[in-house]
């Protein structure tokens, strides 16, 4: 399993990026893929979830209304819009999956990508 986030950089608040991760090496469009944050010195935190079932959507409170994940199976690609952006999304963001058809654990996926660091700051 291979994934490699991208697009992250310097934001002002308020502004927007878009991140991609791309997957290979094993069957995209069937598992379940999230998205993952982490500051410095603070604990990893669940951004977000997006099904290989039904393609139904898990969102951290803390994101809710300003964050949309979505997939492309056939470019094998999740996406994360990150809208409204606030100085304490400012972290590297990476993406994971796991043998997992739903969301319901994807705090403990355990193959994770490279992350792309996002700056939010004026």
């Known amino acids: 399993v291979q994934l490699q986030a991208s697009g992250g950089g310097l934001v002002q608040p308020g502004g927007s990026l878009r991140l991609s991760c791309a997957a290979s090496?094993?069957?995209?469009?069937?598992?379940?893929i999230a998205w993952f944050r982490q500051a410095p010195g603070k604990e990893r935190e669940g951004v977000s979830c997006i099904s290989g079932s039904d393609e139904s959507i898990d969102y951290a409170d803390s994101v809710k209304g300003r964050f949309t994940i979505s997939r492309d199976n056939a470019k094998r690609t999740v996406y994360l819009q990150m809208n409204s952006l606030k100085p304490e999304d400012t972290a590297v963001y990476y993406c994971a999956t796991d043998v997992a058809r739903t969301c319901n654990h994807y705090y403990t996926f355990k193959y994770r990508g490279q992350g792309t660091l996002v700056t939010v700051s004026s």
């Open positions: 090496g094993y069957t995209f469009d069937y598992y379940s």
